[in-house]
């Protein structure tokens, strides 16, 4: 009797011990590497954490936010070979799920010493659902935090992108990564009590400040779908517009095309895609420059609206010529018309009566010199050293737009001096900085120029941008690209253009200024190109922002 006791207790344990051994070769053994992956958020150790970084928003007239940018969980699937068992099937079903290679899979399942291969990120629902369904050994899911873009191509060069070890690249992802990311910290993990004394020495995390852009949702979006547009009946190879209130500097619009899709910015081949046009590229603007010209001898007194000079289509500067567009001939002529007819021999006579040294002191007033302080990472700004070196030529032509060198955001920001009674706005695209404002030209200066280039409008090349009931102020411009801007180790001037038009309105109560530049549009000048999509930008803010009309239209 008590030798079957001994023997049923000895049955029972030595059954128990098999059931345990089995389970342990289960699951050290079968399933070794699942259980490790995801030890690795369950070990009862001390862990840096960062805090969620934050999101970037818009807000629209109504006050609703509108997200640009944001974290997201997405799913992902990953190997552990060891555990695959038919390496050949389990890479057949996957490349048939996920639609990837065949090869691909096989080359990641033979690594028989790793126990962690992904496949494939950013997983679609039925991506998720078909794998679970699947229940393949060794193919386990898993989640991580991804950087979203909701609007996609929207406003893509302002943003910039955040890389895959969670570091802002470009746009305001790169300048204010250190707020958007916010600070790590130490947190203890587990539950046992040396979890509980490292938890005595446990450091906050804090989540990344929200960040909120001045750009205007409809406006952008209307002057990006311009520029595609531009792309496709104009042939341009890049174009920009910028929307700036002229009296705060606030960015309303920073439009590029070609543009990219942050959520897919792995698969650019070209890095400089991801350069803003805006900030980080120099270019000779013509004809657009001329009323800085004229607004700096306007302001020394050295000519007046009704100054004369006679113009006989060619001026001759030491071996070199200066001629007017089609080499018109105009005759005797205003400085007001000057302007209306953009006439280049009419800007060198306004820079000769300013003097050389004094050109070059307003040209450095007008900020061209020097960066604009834009709240985005690496703005270009051009020395402008031949300009500096006071030749006759280079002066003479720097006076109508070629030979001096700036950004599209400088241009900007020197026309805001005459839309903002004499003072220069710094462009901001978060929050004003609280830069004074430079007085560049007096305030009667500055509406003389704005009547001026009223005159432009109403009388000269530019009237396709009338806009009944309102005063626009506006200049075109349409300058030769070198062949050294093109990359080209090769003096002088290529066929190719850029055609601008900068206008601001209501012409003496400015809301807005605008910039349109396009990089060689199939037209001869930026009439035909950049002025319409400027006449159609205008108006479409005139109405979105029901700006009083100036004059009844009869």
């Not at 030209?441 to 009237?463: C, F, N, P």
């Amino acid at each position: 009797m008590r030798s079957w006791r001994v023997s049923l207790l000895c049955l029972i344990f030595l059954t128990l011990g098999f059931l345990l051994a089995g389970r342990l070769f289960f699951l050290q053994a079968l399933n070794h590497g699942y259980y490790l992956a995801l030890s690795k958020g369950q070990q009862g150790e001390s862990v840096i954490q960062r805090g969620a970084r934050g999101n970037i928003f818009l807000q629209d007239k109504e006050g609703n936010f509108i997200t640009l940018a944001t974290d997201s969980k997405a799913s992902f699937v990953f190997l552990s070979p060891p555990e695959v068992k038919d390496k050949e099937h389990t890479a057949q079903v996957l490349s048939a799920m996920l639609k990837l290679p065949e090869d691909a899979i096989l080359l990641k399942a033979g690594k028989e010493n790793s126990l962690y291969e992904v496949l494939k990120k950013s997983l679609s629902q039925k991506e998720e659902q078909e794998i679970s369904n699947a229940k393949l050994p060794g193919v386990y899911g898993g989640e991580e935090t991804v950087r979203m873009y909701p609007q996609k191509e929207f406003a893509s060069h302002t943003l910039g992108f955040v890389n895959q070890e969670g570091k802002g690249q470009y746009g305001i992802e790169e300048y204010y990564n250190t707020e958007l990311v916010g600070s790590s910290g130490v947190k203890a993990r587990g539950a046992n009590p040396a979890t509980y004394l490292r938890s005595l020495f446990q450091t906050n995390v804090k989540d990344g400040s929200h960040i909120i852009l001045t750009l205007d949702f409809n406006i952008q979006s209307l002057a990006e779908s311009l520029l595609k547009h531009a792309t496709e009946s104009l042939g341009i190879e890049e174009g920009t517009i910028i929307v700036m209130d002229p009296r705060s500097g606030k960015i309303l619009t920073l439009a590029n095309t070609p543009g990219f899709n942050p959520n897919e910015y792995g698969g650019q081949g070209n890095p400089f895609l991801f350069q803003n046009p805006a900030v980080q590229k120099i270019f000779e603007p013509g004809s657009v420059f001329k009323p800085v010209t004229m607004a700096a001898a306007l302001q020394e007194k050295k000519v007046t609206p009704e100054t004369t000079y006679e113009d006989k289509g060619i001026l001759k500067i030491g071996g070199s010529s200066i001629e007017n567009y089609d080499k018109r001939v105009w005759g005797k002529k205003t400085m007001r018309e000057v302007l209306e007819f953009s006439i280049n021999t009419g800007a060198v006579f306004a820079k000769e009566q300013l003097g050389d040294d004094k050109f070059l002191e307003y040209v450095e007033k007008f900020g061209i010199f020097e960066p604009t302080g834009i709240d985005l990472p690496g703005e270009a700004y051009s020395q402008n050293r031949e300009l500096r070196q006071g030749r006759e030529i280079n002066l003479a032509t720097a006076a109508f737009g070629q030979g001096v060198e700036m950004t599209s955001l400088q241009l900007v920001r020197a026309f805001t001096a005459f839309a903002n009674q004499g003072r220069m706005a710094y462009p901001f695209l978060i929050t004003d900085k609280g830069k004074q404002q430079d007085q560049v030209l007096s305030a009667e200066t500055a509406t003389t120029i704005t009547s001026m280039l009223v005159s432009v409008i109403d009388q000269g090349y530019s009237k396709k941008a009338r806009i009944p009931g309102y005063y626009i102020a506006g200049k075109t411009g349409t300058a030769q690209i070198s062949w050294s801007a093109l990359g080209i180790k090769k003096a002088g001037y290529s066929d190719k253009t850029v055609q601008s038009f900068m206008g601001y309105a209501p012409a003496y109560n400015p809301q807005f200024l605008i910039l349109v530049k396009l990089q060689n549009p199939q037209t001869k000048t930026a009439e035909y190109s950049a002025l319409p999509i400027f006449h159609e930008l205008a108006k479409y803010i005139i109405d979105y922002l029901a700006i009083p009309p100036d004059y009844e239209v009869e």
